[in-house]
C-alpha cells in the first residue's frame, strides 16, 4: 500500500517533518520516539509494536560502553575448591605401629628372662598360655594370682600393635596385704605395669588409652605405663 492512498498519511507525513532536523524544533530522543509511535499506531500498526517508552539516559562518558553487561555465574574454573577436612581429621598413623611376625605371641621380658607366650588364637585365649601368664605375672611363687582373660586380650592387643616388640614387666600380681584395699586390680590378676623396649613411653600410653575397658596410668617418673581391665575405661596421669 503506498503512504498517499491512506487516509491517515497526511499525519504521519507531518510527523516526519517534526523530526527532519532544520525543520522546526528538536525533540529529545523520548518525544521522538512518542511521535513515531502515534504515527504508526494511527496507520494501524499500534497492535504491532508492543514498544515500551524508557526515560532518556544519560550520555556514556568518553571511551566508556554503553552496552550493558549481565552479571552471569561463576564458571566452574572460577570457582575455588572446595575444601576438605578429611586429612586434618584423620588420626595420625603411629610411626611405631608395625605388623607383627607372630600374631597373638607376646615375649615377656622379666628379671633378664624371656618368655613367649601364645595368648590369642582363633579370637580366644587358650588355657594354656593364660596359665602361662600367670607365672610370668606374679611377683613370687607363694603369690601367684589367677589373670583375667580381658586383662590378657589386652596385652595381646598392645604387643601386635607395635610389632610383637617385647613387653618388658615391671609390676604384675601380687597377694594383698591384710585390710589393704590399695592396688586392688594388680592383687586380683587385672593389672600390669609395662613397658615397650624401643618405643617412647608416651607412644604406649597414647596406644593402650584407645582400647576399650581399659584403665591406663600413665607414670613418667618411674617410666611405666599401668594397664587393666575394667567396665569403664579411663585415664590418669601421675606427676
Given at each position: 500500500?503506498?503512504?498517499?492512498?491512506?487516509?491517515?498519511?497526511?499525519?504521519?507525513?507531518?510527523?516526519?517533518?517534526?523530526?527532519?532536523?532544520?525543520?522546526g524544533?528538536?525533540?529529545?530522543?523520548?518525544?521522538?520516539?512518542?511521535?513515531?509511535?502515534?504515527?504508526?499506531?494511527?496507520?494501524?500498526?499500534?497492535?504491532?509494536?508492543?514498544?515500551?517508552?524508557?526515560?532518556?539516559?544519560?550520555?556514556?562518558?568518553?571511551g566508556?560502553?554503553?552496552?550493558?553487561?549481565?552479571?552471569?555465574?561463576?564458571?566452574?574454573?572460577?570457582?575455588?575448591a572446595?575444601?576438605s577436612?578429611?586429612?586434618?581429621?584423620?588420626?595420625?598413623?603411629?610411626?611405631?605401629?608395625?605388623?607383627?611376625?607372630?600374631?597373638?605371641v607376646?615375649?615377656?621380658?622379666?628379671?633378664?628372662?624371656?618368655?613367649?607366650i601364645?595368648?590369642?588364637?582363633?579370637?580366644?585365649?587358650?588355657?594354656?598360655?593364660?596359665?602361662?601368664?600367670?607365672?610370668?605375672?606374679?611377683?613370687?611363687k607363694?603369690e601367684?594370682?589367677?589373670?583375667?582373660?580381658?586383662?590378657?586380650?589386652?596385652?595381646?592387643?598392645?604387643?601386635?600393635?607395635?610389632?610383637?616388640?617385647?613387653?618388658?614387666?615391671?609390676?604384675?600380681?601380687?597377694?594383698?596385704?591384710?585390710?589393704?584395699?590399695?592396688?586392688?586390680?594388680?592383687?586380683?590378676?587385672?593389672?600390669?605395669?609395662?613397658?615397650?623396649?624401643?618405643?617412647?613411653?608416651?607412644?604406649?600410653?597414647?596406644y593402650?588409652?584407645?582400647?576399650?575397658?581399659?584403665?591406663?596410668?600413665?607414670?613418667?617418673?618411674?617410666?611405666?605405663?599401668?594397664?587393666?581391665?575394667?567396665?569403664?575405661?579411663?585415664a590418669w596421669?601421675?606427676?
Amino acid at each position: 500500500m503506498e503512504e498517499a492512498s491512506h487516509p491517515d498519511a497526511f499525519a504521519a507525513k507531518q510527523c516526519r517533518d517534526k523530526l527532519t532536523p532544520g525543520r522546526g524544533n528538536v525533540h529529545t530522543t523520548a518525544s521522538a520516539s512518542f511521535w513515531v509511535l502515534a504515527a504508526f499506531a494511527s496507520l494501524g500498526f499500534g497492535a504491532a509494536l508492543p514498544v515500551a517508552l524508557a526515560a532518556p539516559t544519560a550520555p556514556h562518558p568518553k571511551g566508556s560502553s554503553s552496552a550493558v553487561a549481565a552479571i552471569a555465574p561463576p564458571s566452574h574454573s572460577s570457582r575455588a575448591a572446595p575444601t576438605s577436612d578429611a586429612a586434618t581429621d584423620a588420626p595420625k598413623k603411629d610411626p611405631f605401629e608395625k605388623k607383627p611376625l607372630q600374631p597373638g605371641v607376646v615375649h615377656f621380658v622379666r628379671g633378664g628372662k624371656t618368655t613367649a607366650i601364645k595368648l590369642a588364637s582363633a579370637g580366644q585365649v587358650p588355657k594354656e598360655g593364660l596359665a602361662t601368664l600367670g607365672d610370668v605375672l606374679a611377683k613370687s611363687k607363694n603369690e601367684r594370682k589367677p589373670i583375667d582373660v580381658g586383662l590378657a586380650a589386652l596385652i595381646v592387643k598392645v604387643s601386635d600393635h607395635f610389632g610383637g616388640r617385647p613387653i618388658e614387666v615391671v609390676a604384675g600380681s601380687w597377694s594383698a596385704k591384710p585390710g589393704s584395699t590399695r592396688h586392688v586390680a594388680h592383687t586380683s590378676g587385672r593389672a600390669v605395669d609395662i613397658r615397650v623396649p624401643g618405643v617412647p613411653l608416651d607412644a604406649v600410653r597414647d596406644y593402650c588409652a584407645t582400647l576399650p575397658h581399659a584403665g591406663v596410668g600413665y607414670y613418667p617418673k618411674e617410666q611405666l605405663v599401668h594397664l587393666d581391665t575394667r567396665t569403664m575405661s579411663r585415664a590418669w596421669t601421675e606427676p
